[in-house]
């Protein structure tokens, strides 16, 4: 059993800032792969960014260049910093997770939390 629980989503005015966090815990072996994806009302869920055990990382194109996500140093914690934020950012973001146990690999989801940007 694995959770993931969301922090630092708020409103934020347009050009402005937010860095969100993920925090794993639970019974696992490793994680090899975290990321976010985010959902506006009305629309399918969209990737937004991830990355890898080795600290790879990967971006959405309308996020390029804005966003930056990186790992913490036990490995069990993902950060999103949010820069040059516009109001199509608006969205629930979810923090993902796949994870290594000695059962198998799962994915997991957190609850998500609200990035409001407007002025």
């Known amino acids: 059993q694995v959770q993931l629980v969301e922090s630092g989503g708020g409103l934020v005015q347009p050009g402005g800032s937010l860095r969100l966090s993920c925090a794993a815990s639970?019974?696992?072996?490793?994680?090899?792969?975290m990321g976010w994806y985010r959902q506006a009302p009305g629309k399918q869920r969209e990737f937004v960014a991830r990355?890898?055990?080795?600290?790879?990382?990967n971006y959405a194109d309308p996020v390029e260049g804005r966003f930056t996500i990186s790992r913490g140093s036990a490995k069990n914690t993902v950060y999103l910093q949010m820069n040059s934020l516009k109001p199509e950012d608006t969205a629930v973001y979810y923090c993902?997770?796949?994870?290594?146990?000695?059962?198998?690999?799962?994915?997991?989801w957190g609850q998500g939390t609200q990035v409001t940007v407007s002025s």
């Open positions: 639970g019974s696992f072996f490793s994680i090899y792969n």
């Open positions: 993902n997770a796949d994870v290594f146990a000695p059962r198998g690999n799962y994915n997991y």
């Open positions: 990355i890898n055990s080795i600290d790879s990382t």
